[in-house]
């Protein structure tokens, strides 16, 4: 069990909360593990309809914990952060997300394999992989482009560029924007609304839906991985990462 990561099963939704607010409900290995074996267990239990991701007041989740990167960084598919990722992409059942703040790297990629996400007013986004050395990762290389064009994508993936819950109704990452407090509620009804509607035809408009990038998109979380892991273990990273936890800006004045 873990206890950065509570779960429940409530009216048929499978809720998922990221809790590990001390650390901006940074992502361990332990926590990918909860995450994946709770959505395998939702897809498994025909009493779930619809399972219902969350995190803490004011942060939904701040992407990978950059320790964990750091000390163990992640080598290939067996990888919990890998088995996280096929999970929840793979999910049969409808996914909602209540995006209750700041949503960082994979905070923000594991949007675009949920079916509806609200954000609050308050939420800051970010794919910052590149200032940290590396490359985007959860096939966000592939679907945000396609989502939002490429000098869009460019702008947040390239450069790095935070923004607001508003944009990312814009671009197509989130259906709504709510206030803070109103998100997890908001979310949670529309995750109920499932409950409601005949189980095997939501499962497969979710798979026609999914359908025409499916092939694709399993191999750019692949190629991504590949790449993510070795870029993991670059002078670029490590200087990224070392100025993170000192507090400081990266200096990459010397890298060719
Ligand atoms: N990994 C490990 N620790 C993290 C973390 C992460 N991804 N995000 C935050 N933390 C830790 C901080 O080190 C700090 O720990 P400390 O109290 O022991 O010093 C604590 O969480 C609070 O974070 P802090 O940065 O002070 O909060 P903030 O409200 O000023 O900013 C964020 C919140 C999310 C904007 C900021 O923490 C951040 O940018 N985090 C890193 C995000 C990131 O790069 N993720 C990886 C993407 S691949």
């Known amino acids: 069990m873990c206890v950065s990561i509570k779960t429940y099963v409530q009216g048929g939704v499978a809720t998922i909360e990221i809790a590990r607010p001390e650390k901006k409900n940074a992502l361990t290995m332990a926590m990918y593990t909860a995450m994946a074996e709770a959505i395998r267990a939702a897809e498994a239990d025909p009493a779930v309809r619809a399972l219902l991701i ?12 950059l320790e964990d990167f750091m000390q ?11 088995q996280f990722m096929q999970a929840l992409t793979h999910c049969t059942k409808p996914v909602v997300a209540a995006v209750t703040g700041a949503a960082v790297g994979i905070g923000t990629t594991m949007l675009l394999h949920c079916d509806l996400v609200y954000v609050a007013d308050e939420a800051r986004l970010a794919m910052p992989f590149v200032s ?25 993936l390239m450069l790095g560029e935070p923004f607001g819950a508003a944009e990312a109704v814009e671009m197509g990452i989130a ?19 499932f409950t409601q509607l005949p189980p095997t035809a939501v499962r ?53």
């Open 175 to 193: 259906n709504a924007v709510l206030p803070a407090s109103e998100v997890l509620n908001h979310a949670r009804r529309m995750a109920e609304r």
């Open 204 to 256: 497969e408009t979710k798979r026609l839906l999914r359908a025409g990038t499916r092939t694709a998109l399993d191999a750019t979380i692949l190629a991504e991985i590949d790449l993510f892991a070795r870029q993991l273990r670059s002078p670029e990273a490590r200087e990224a990462f070392q100025a993170f936890f000192e507090k400081r800006k990266p200096d990459f004045s010397t890298f060719a």
């Open 72 to 82: 163990r960084p992640p080598t290939g598919p067996e990888a919990p952060v890998f």
């Open 54 to 65: 969350t995190g803490q007041p004011g942060v939904f989740t701040s992407g990978n914990d």
């Open 132 to 156: 940290l050395g590396l490359v985007p990762e959860y096939g966000i290389s592939l679907l945000l482009p396609r989502l939002a064009g490429h000098v869009k994508a460019a702008e947040k």
